[in-house]
């Protein structure tokens, strides 16, 4: 093997830039592998939209706040950078939808929407006498043909569950994560999960009920395992603890990939402050247009413009207690897409998160903007904190300014896995594999939004890296 360094490109540095840093750089040093890398940030700061604010004693985050407990590869990225003793638990209570001015419950033993409970089902007012009766239909419909390919998460509930129980409770459940419309997600690249429990079962109702773990009957009376995970000081310590253990030798910030080009060594990038840099295998973690923009020399890379974003916002308001008219027991809530509201979600973070917020205070984080229905996050910000506080106000009676409030755009960022989703990342990377081989995508855009997942795809990229620069024995370790 050779004893010249090889270089490795690491381009953006979110979340997914980061921890591809963060483990090749440990194969590297445990491994005495002759590589180095470069991480290449195009603004001052990196964790991308892990932004966390803290003002006047609150901590507020500005892009994603949480992760899910289940998915492990970001708390044991937090164990390796010594932030384990930093992780808090969510607190568990109530949350609502709202529909037509009314919050209501959602109703207890829902997954995701789907009921495995039946006299919360029966009981609720959410749904009309009709629509629990179509989809209780669920029970005896025959499962869906196998292999008729990827379909959208609307088609495939409508048909399992019908039109009003997915309007007004799994459509504002399932499409709030991705900020986008169900009857365009991708079954198969979003909650393949259930597809597969219908494969298995036939009835989605009963699948969900044999696969949900019983509640311990010593537990019973105590409140439900809570599902997220953050850290006391905000999802920024991670990101913190993460570049403090990189060498700041390999990065760069305040450095945009403008081009990068293919040559008889490797690759070229063409740098924003002018210099042009070589590499010999590249990762690309940034969003799926600046991908496009950067490998525009080659067809194939367009792609990516069948894979649209939308943008939304997040409004963060702080209020005194007494602001509140109309208190309410529970975390949050989420908006029926046939409500006539600006906000699609409201999470009473002070509740949820009671670490965040000065005693006596309150902190409220409401979302605007979805697929189709995006124009409010380009307003000014004195109309959207109007549009969010009438809306506030009909359902908690707040008639007060809030003390300051954060607004936080994330502009055509929001990737949509719309149907056929995985099949076209499968023809773009043969593509990649074919024509710029050592070129590699990770990152929301691909394979997965949440916190764990970009983990995952940072981790999986660097085994394709060194797998490509001929090193089998750092895998295998």
Known sequence: MSTQALTVAIVGGGITGLTTAYYLQKAIQEQKLPIRYVLLESSERLGGQIQTDYTNGFVIERGPDSF?????????????????????R??????????????????????????????????????????????ALDLV??????????????????????????????????????????????????????????????????????????????????KTPSAFLTFKRGLQSLVEA???????????KDTAVEKICKTDEGYELQLSDGTVMAADSVVMTTPAKTTRDTLSAYPFINLLKEMPTTSVATVA??????????????????????????ITACTWVHKKWPQTTPKGKV???????????????????????????????????????????????????RPQYVVGHQQRM????????AQLPGIFLAGAPYHGAGLPDCIDQGEASVHEVLKFLHMPEAIAQ
């Open 90 to 135: 969510n607190q568990t209570g109530q949350a609502y939808i709202l529909n037509n001015d009314q919050l209501y419950p959602i109703p207890g033993g829902a997954i995701m929407g789907i009921p495995t409970k039946l006299a919360p089902f029966v009981t609720t007012s959410l749904f009309s006498p009709a629509g629990k009766l179509r989809a």
């Open 68 to 88: 899910l407990a289940r998915k492990t590869s970001a708390a044991r990225l937090a164990k390796e950078v010594g932030l384990e003793n930093d992780l808090v």
């Open 317 to 342: 308001l702080a209020f005194p207690e007494t602001a509140i008219k109309q208190d309410i027991n529970g975390t949050g809530f989420i908006v029926s897409r046939n409500a006539n509201y600006h």
């Open 242 to 252: 993460i570049e403090q253990r990189l060498d700041p030798v390999c990065i760069r």
């Open 426 to 433: 499968a023809k773009l990377e043969a593509e990649l594999h």
């Open 141 to 222: 419909l025959p499962r869906g043909e196998q292999g008729e390919g990827d379909r959208s998460l609307g088609e495939f509930f409508r048909h399992r569950l019908g039109n009003e129980v997915v309007e007004n409770l799994i459509e504002p459940l399932l499409s709030g994560v991705y900020a986008g419309n169900i009857d365009d997600l991708s079954l198969m690249s979003t909650f393949p999960q259930f597809y597969h429990v219908e494969r298995k079962y036939r009835s989605l109702i009963l699948g969900m009920r044999s696969t949900t773990p019983k509640q311990p009957k010593a537990s019973a009376d105590k």
């Open 363 to 413: 902190l409220l984080r409401c979302f605007v903007g979805r697929a189709d229905e995006d124009a409010i996050v380009y307003q000014p910000d004195e109309e959207i904190i109007k549009a969010v506080l009438t809306d506030l106000n009909k359902i908690m009676k707040i008639e007060q300014q809030p003390e300051f409030y954060h607004i936080t755009r994330w502009k055509q960022v």
